[in-house]
């Protein structure tokens, strides 16, 4: 007989944002006039740049001509799309990247997920609390969180306490961590590390041989150059962190799917006989075998946004997106809400009501005032109570929703 992945049957029943699809369904069945207004799921709602049309389609013209078709290409990425990247996102920054430490890949979600695989069993797997859920569903899903407990959590995964009186920011954990994920801006709570906070995390992890796999998927909403938006601009990351980077909600790709992830030579982990290896060697060696590479049309799509044009349109889409985001966040002030985020970050984080869990909040928003959120409970125990917003609606449905969420009162 076939023998299933019990760790499958681990993970928490449903994922968080099937779960929401479903009620929304639901509610819209049952009131198919609804005036509904999403504010949940982080997908965009503007349509890709005029520089990403302009270069799908002559990529797209090369592929119809034998001269410049292309077949297979190289699982890391072709090097004029890398070498974009080192300049545009590092060099320009002052930072030390070469174009070969470079994996891009359909997205960063895929990355985080399958990062775990080169790493060894009996890894202590560090993770804030509430945080992005792929992290620790697909280190279930491999077997290193440990047993699912009554609360939610998982005996194996060392959580690291984001809440109220942290600023739900990130403090260093007491035990020993081998392995520390990271989101900054955060999702979902949109808060940020400067420069001297996030010093601390690289510090402490050259001190403990740790490994930081920092996903800064947000790092173009960052207004504030005080505030990093690499982990690599912090002294000593190189030997201590890994990147992820995305182009889905800074371009538009969530249905075109680009990203990369930045492993430097510099960075080690041990074997059990505490002999030193190349990260950079094994995530090679890993996507050289399960990964054939984002294809050439998207590729030259994401290279067109380094070009003065793509930064122009990237700049007046994030300008957009943070515009909702503001405009939510005051909306919340205005009605006597907690908030968090929504500043550096396209997600605005409150507190519930009347002491409503996360989920009844969802119900009341949903029942009440037409709009549709993500629930904080979906993100860790310390989500419970609080509730995430997006910035990513149109500007009109933005609008409204401020509009419904302060009563009518002019904001």
């Not at 034998?66 to 290409?73: N, P």
């Not at 030997?239 to 990369?260: D, N, P, Q, V």
């Not at 985001?325 to 396209?346: D, K, T």
Request: net charge negative; charged share 25%; proline share 4%.
């Amino acid at each position: 007989m076939a023998y299933v992945n019990e760790n499958y049957l681990n993970v928490s029943e449903s994922y968080l944002f099937s779960t929401i699809a479903a009620k929304i369904r639901g509610y819209l069945e049952e009131n198919p006039e609804a005036p509904l207004i999403r504010l949940g799921i982080g997908d965009v709602t503007l349509p890709l740049p005029a520089c990403v049309l302009e270069a799908l389609h002559q990529a797209t013209e090369e592929m119809g001509r034998k001269e410049t078709f292309k077949g297979y290409g190289p699982e890391q990425g072709y090097e004029f799309l890398r070498e974009c990247i080192a300049e545009g996102d590092y060099a320009a920054r002052g930072i030390v990247m070469d174009a070969s430490e470079i994996f891009v890949s359909d997205g960063s979600k895929c990355d985080t997920g399958n990062i775990q695989e080169i790493f060894g069993e009996g890894n202590t797997i560090a993770i804030p609390d509430p945080v992005y859920p792929v992290y620790v569903d697909t280190n279930v899903m491999a077997g290193k969180a440990g047993k699912r407990l009554e609360n939610g959590r998982y005996s194996g995964i060392m959580y690291i306490e984001c809440n109220r009186e942290t600023g739900f920011k990130p403090v260093i954990p007491e035990g020993r961590a081998d392995i520390v994920y990271l989101c900054y801006p955060n999702n979902p709570t949109g808060t940020v590390l400067d420069k001297k906070e996030l010093a601390v995390w690289v510090d402490y992890a050259l001190k403990n041989k740790v490994v930081l796999l920092y996903d800064a998927a947000y790092e173009a909403y960052i207004s504030d150059n005080t505030i990093p938006r690499s982990i690599y601009e912090i002294d000593g990351a190189r030997e201590c962190a890994i990147e992820f980077k995305s182009f889905s909600k800074t371009a538009g790709f969530t249905g075109l799917r680009c990203a990369y992830t930045v492993i430097p030579k510099d960075l080690v982990a041990y074997t059990r006989k505490g002999d030193a290896v190349k990260l950079h060697k094994l995530w090679n060696r890993r996507q050289s075998t399960k990964f054939n590479g984002v294809p050439y049309i998207t590729q030259k799509a994401a290279a067109s946004l380094y070009t003065e044009q793509g930064r122009r349109e990237i700049g007046e889409r994030i300008r957009y997106y943070m515009g909702n985001a503001r405009l939510i966040r005051s909306s919340l002030l205005q009605s006597g809400y907690e908030v968090f985020g929504g500043e550096h970050a396209p997600y605005v984080w409150l507190k519930t009501r009347d002491g409503m869990s996360s989920w009844e909040f969802f119900d009341h928003l949903l029942q009440n005032l037409q709009i549709a959120g993500t629930p904080g409970s979906g993100f860790g125990t310390n989500g419970e109570g609080y509730f995430r917003l997006t910035g990513f609606g149109s500007s009109e449905n933005t609008l409204e929703a401020a509009r419904r969420l302060t009563g009518g009162k002019s904001i």
